[in-house]
């Protein structure tokens, strides 16, 4: 399993920066990290490139885990939006009294943000309307490194 070192990404007089989290934060920001990192879900057969997910919602009791999967002419679903629906298929995505933590695992290398997956302008949207805007996102490489909670 990777090592992960959590950091909190903020805005900092208009500039990104990585803080440090709380040792609860870390810890059970990890657990939800290593079942995206164990996920098999993740199906790229053009591209590839794996993402992988797990969707936790806590005190909910289950944590679908999920990837990324490509079909037809260069057609996908991406991993956030199947972590969505997985979710869904087993309680109303409202219904939920704190925020839900969504991790992905992709790419390669380690470093700072340059080498993370970030969820795209179309995944952020739906994890913000099925989700609340509080939905926290980690996302981490698949080698290990910082990973980065926003």
């Given at each position: 399993?990777?090592?992960?070192?959590?950091?909190?990404?903020?805005?900092?007089?208009?500039?990104?920066?990585?803080?440090?989290?709380?040792?609860?934060?870390?810890?059970?920001?990890?657990?939800?990290?290593?079942?995206?990192?164990?996920?098999?879900?993740?199906?790229?057969?053009?591209?590839?490139?794996?993402?992988?997910?797990?969707?936790?919602?806590p005190?909910?009791?289950?944590?679908?885990?999920?990837?990324?999967?490509?079909?037809?002419?260069?057609?996908a679903?991406?991993?956030?939006?199947?972590?969505?629906?997985?979710?869904?298929?087993?309680?109303?995505?409202?219904?939920?009294?704190?925020?839900?933590v969504?991790?992905?695992?992709?790419?390669?290398?380690?470093?700072?943000?340059?080498?993370?997956?970030?969820?795209?302008?179309?995944?952020?949207?739906?994890?913000?309307?099925?989700?609340?805007?509080?939905?926290?996102?980690?996302?981490?490489?698949?080698?290990?490194?910082?990973?980065?909670?926003?």
């Amino acid at each position: 399993m990777p090592k992960w070192t959590l950091k909190r990404l903020v805005m900092v007089g208009g500039r990104p920066t990585l803080t440090p989290l709380t040792k609860d934060e870390q810890d059970s920001y990890k657990d939800v990290l290593r079942s995206a990192a164990e996920s098999r879900c993740a199906s790229p057969i053009y591209s590839g490139f794996h993402v992988k997910g797990c969707i936790h919602v806590p005190g909910a009791g289950y944590a679908p885990k999920s990837g990324n999967i490509e079909y037809g002419q260069f057609q996908a679903l991406h991993m956030e939006e199947a972590a969505v629906a997985a979710l869904a298929s087993r309680f109303n995505t409202a219904d939920h009294r704190e925020p839900p933590v969504l991790a992905i695992v992709a790419g390669r290398g380690k470093g700072g943000l340059k080498n993370l997956t970030m969820p795209c302008g179309n995944c952020r949207d739906i994890l913000r309307d099925t989700m609340g805007e509080h939905c926290a996102i980690i996302s981490a490489n698949t080698d290990g490194g910082v990973a980065v909670v926003a």
